[in-house]
């Protein structure tokens, strides 16, 4: 019963930066956790970055000082702000959000491409 809405994903130079958006909608209790996760081609699924309605966040060690989560409770949204983006940031990016009593949601992906 939750949806996803993802924006800002593009084409962008290495050492650029990027921001990624998500807006959750639905008849929702409670959010506990949302976060972002990237896909590449011929990889897995990985975490990038979960931030708690606490404002607690984790981070991949891969983007570590350089991307930086954010959430704004009442709005139902998270941000994702990439700095000095690498090739190896080439990926879709979906948005995840772990709400009550709901579950676990997913996000339709956007694609982030660092390249030349």
């Known amino acids: 019963q939750v949806q996803l809405v993802e924006s800002g994903g593009g084409l962008v130079q290495p050492g650029g930066s990027l921001k990624l958006s998500c807006a959750a909608s639905?008849?929702?209790?409670?959010?506990?956790?949302m976060g972002w996760y990237r896909q590449a081609p011929g990889k897995q699924r990985e975490l990038v970055a979960i931030?708690?309605?606490?404002?607690?966040?984790n981070y991949a060690d891969s983007v570590k000082g350089r991307f930086r989560i954010s959430r704004d409770n009442a709005a139902m949204t998270v941000t994702l702000i990439m700095n000095s983006l690498k090739p190896e940031d080439t990926a879709v990016y979906y948005c995840?959000?772990?709400?009550?009593?709901?579950?676990?949601?997913w996000g339709q992906g956007t694609q982030v491409t660092v390249s030349s």
């Open positions: 995840n959000a772990d709400s009550a009593p709901v579950g676990t949601s």
């Open positions: 931030i708690s309605n606490r404002g607690i966040a």
């Open positions: 639905g008849t929702i209790f409670n959010i506990q956790v």
